[in-house]
């Protein structure tokens, strides 16, 4: 998933063998994403497709799946294309994990194997138009095991319990004494201290930012945020943090934020109509969550 887990539950001690359960049955359902959709393993659904890129062959699906791509399409509409799980093929030029930058005239190649359009569903199956092609659920996944871990919580009858994934949290009702759990957004430039306190019950937080992954190149500093009709990183937000009922929807909409110049970002936000948290490359705050 990219990131630590945290569970936190809070519980009578007569109920601590219920505890470790569920935490065991999360810590499966979280692995079992992990194996079906990362592209970082050969035999995950998500490489199989992108094996099958351009051979007009189709890989089956489950409904699961289906709801995820339902989801990224959905999403791909609304940011009007900024949003596209097919762009991760301009890590090639954009290698975020070594710090370093390829050839930037390959992009104009590269981009002609990018665009959701050319993602092919139907009764049999999945599969991509183009040779070279990649599918990236990297964008969407963590934020929605998430969401599955807390209803996993709940299943268990667990109600008073926080799920946190590589810094997305979900709060599984209140505390056990019926106050919020208080969340710390970190100060990009110092991710150690924490720059806003917000109060979560049954509802998530999401952030998504550039102070973690990017290129430094000549003292500049390059997004891990990639427009994918450009093919050059976004000039936007240090980080955005979105509250909402899901983790899912707050992970998306921050995400989007990030992927927008900063006024189309403010606007994006406005209109979703959620509290949210911007913080810009100098450090100002901007949203209903700003201190």
Same mark, same amino acid.
């Given at each position: 998933?990219?990131?630590?887990?945290?569970?936190?539950?809070?519980?009578?001690?007569?109920?601590?063998?219920?505890?470790?359960?569920?935490?065991?049955?999360?810590?499966?359902?979280?692995?079992?994403?992990?194996?079906?959709?990362?592209?970082?393993?050969?035999?995950?659904?998500?490489?199989?497709?992108?094996?099958?890129?351009?051979?007009?062959?189709?890989? #089956?699906?489950?409904?699961?799946?289906?709801?995820?791509?339902?989801?990224?399409?959905?999403?791909?509409?609304?940011?009007?294309?900024?949003?596209?799980?097919?762009?991760?093929?301009?890590?090639?030029?954009?290698?975020?994990?070594?710090?370093?930058?390829?050839?930037?005239?390959?992009?104009?190649?590269?981009?002609?194997?990018?665009?959701?359009?050319?993602?092919?569903?139907?009764?049999?199956?999945?599969?991509?138009?183009?040779?070279?092609?990649?599918?990236?659920?990297?964008?969407?996944?963590?934020?929605?095991?998430?969401?599955?871990?807390?209803?996993?919580?709940?299943?268990?009858?667990?109600?008073?319990?926080?799920?946190?994934?590589?810094?997305?949290?979900?709060?599984?009702?209140?505390?056990?004494?019926?106050? #919020?759990?208080?969340?710390?957004?970190?100060?990009?430039?110092? #991710?150690?201290?924490?720059?806003?306190?917000?109060?979560?019950?049954?509802?998530?937080?999401?952030?998504?930012?550039?102070?973690?992954?990017?290129?430094?190149?000549?003292?500049?500093?390059?997004?891990?945020?990639?427009? #994918?009709?450009?093919?050059?990183?976004?000039?936007?937000?240090?980080?955005?943090?979105?509250?909402?009922?899901?983790?899912?929807?707050?992970?998306?909409?921050?995400?989007?934020?990030?992927?927008?110049?900063?006024?189309?970002?403010?606007?994006?936000?406005?209109?979703?109509?959620?509290?949210?948290?911007?913080?810009?490359?100098?450090?100002?705050?901007?949203?209903?969550?700003?201190?």
């Amino acid at each position: 998933m990219g990131g630590p887990a945290r569970l936190v539950i809070e519980h009578a001690a007569a109920h601590t063998v219920s505890a470790r359960a569920a935490c065991q049955t999360i810590e499966r359902l979280l692995r079992d994403l992990e194996a079906r959709y990362s592209r970082y393993r050969e035999n995950s659904l998500i490489s199989q497709i992108n094996r099958l890129a351009g051979t007009g062959k189709l890989t #089956p699906v489950d409904e699961e799946t289906l709801a995820l791509l339902t989801f990224c399409e959905r999403l791909w509409e609304q940011s009007h294309g900024l949003f596209d799980p097919t762009a991760g093929v301009l890590r090639q030029v954009w290698d975020f994990s070594r710090g370093q930058q390829g050839d930037v005239s390959e992009l104009p190649n590269l981009l002609a194997k990018v665009g959701w359009s050319k993602v092919k569903q139907s009764v049999k199956g999945v599969g991509l138009s183009d040779a070279g092609m990649e599918l990236d659920f990297g964008g969407v996944v963590k934020e929605y095991g998430a969401d599955k871990a807390a209803q996993s919580l709940r299943d268990h009858g667990f109600n008073h319990a926080l799920v946190e994934l590589a810094g997305d949290v979900v709060a599984v009702g209140s505390k056990a004494s019926g106050a #919020p759990w208080h969340i710390g957004i970190s100060d990009p430039e110092a #991710p150690s201290k924490t720059l806003v306190t917000v109060e979560l019950s049954n509802c998530a937080l999401a952030t998504s930012g550039s102070y973690q992954r990017f290129i430094e190149i000549n003292s500049r500093r390059y997004s891990h945020f990639l427009n #994918p009709q450009s093919g050059w990183p976004v000039e936007g937000a240090a980080s955005v943090s979105v509250i909402s009922d899901s983790c899912l929807t707050a992970g998306a909409v921050a995400t989007v934020a990030c992927l927008n110049i900063a006024n189309n970002a403010t606007a994006w936000l406005n209109e979703a109509g959620l509290p949210w948290l911007s913080i810009d490359p100098l450090g100002k705050c901007l949203g209903p969550l700003a201190p």
